[in-house]
């Protein structure tokens, strides 16, 4: 059965960091290519960033860019988002999810129940 | 910047038909775009239900389709029933590494 589980959210400063990670279990990790998508407390879902099966592409919402990194370890079947010098606005549940194709845009199959990520002083 | 539109809200009868789009603020959608649909209720994970723009998830019943109308992304729903009462969200590659959700429609069964 495929899981993937979030963890590592939790209340921070504005102007902090917090590391998420994504455990996945139950399919090839390292044969995916791997999504953060985040949802604003009562708004829409918004891709965040997606990082392709060995880890050496990457591409990120406008938003998020030079603050977020993506980044993943095969042989630990784990999925990361490193987020810097968070704002209110990145407030959000975070999901990470599975593309269903070879490049990284066919959509997704599975999905985390998502992490929590609060800002606030 | 190109935003993915979605009609804010729909409702629909019982056993009726709804169509949701997902257009752009500029331009039209096409199969190059890689449509996908997703459900979401309240307090949960969302669901997929169409990707590449008209393949159904596995589970997902027949009485949800997507296709191209026009030039726009069209999830269409058949016999619709009260658990369909959802939101919907589609996203839209963008080309260059960059995939897009439109801001989601609220569907009402009524």
């Known amino acids: 059965e495929v899981q993937l589980v979030e963890s590592g959210g939790g209340l921070v400063q504005p102007g902090g960091s917090l590391r998420l990670s994504c455990a996945a279990s139950g399919f090839t990790f390292s044969s995916y290519w791997m999504h953060w998508v985040r949802q604003a407390p009562g708004k829409g879902l918004v891709w965040v960033s997606r990082?392709?099966?060995?880890?050496?592409?990457?591409s990120y919402a406008d938003s998020v860019k030079g603050r977020f990194t993506i980044s993943r370890d095969n042989a630990k079947n784990t999925l990361y988002l490193q987020m810097n010098s968070l704002r209110a606005e990145d407030m959000a549940v975070y999901y990470c999810?599975?593309?269903?194709?070879?490049?990284?845009?066919?959509?997704?199959?599975?999905w985390g129940q998502g992490t929590l990520v609060t800002v606030s002083s | 910047q190109t935003v993915v539109t979605q009609e804010p809200s729909f409702s629909v009868s019982p056993g009726g038909t709804a169509t949701l789009t997902c257009g752009l603020s500029s331009g039209s959608v096409s199969s190059n775009h890689y449509p996908s649909w997703y459900q979401q209720t309240p307090g949960q994970a969302p669901r997929t239900l169409i990707y590449r723009t008209n393949t159904r998830s596995s589970g997902v019943p027949d009485r949800f389709s997507g296709s191209i109308l026009g030039n726009k992304a069209a999830l269409t729903i058949t016999g619709a029933q009260a658990d369909d009462e959802s939101d919907y969200y589609c996203?839209?590659?963008?080309?260059?590494?960059?995939?897009?959700f439109g801001g989601g429609t609220k569907l009402t069964v009524l």
């Open positions: 990082i392709n099966s060995d880890g050496s592409s990457t």
């Open positions: 999810t599975r593309d269903l194709g070879p490049r990284g845009y066919s959509g997704y199959d599975y």
């Open positions: 996203v839209l590659y963008m080309g260059s590494g960059i995939l897009v």
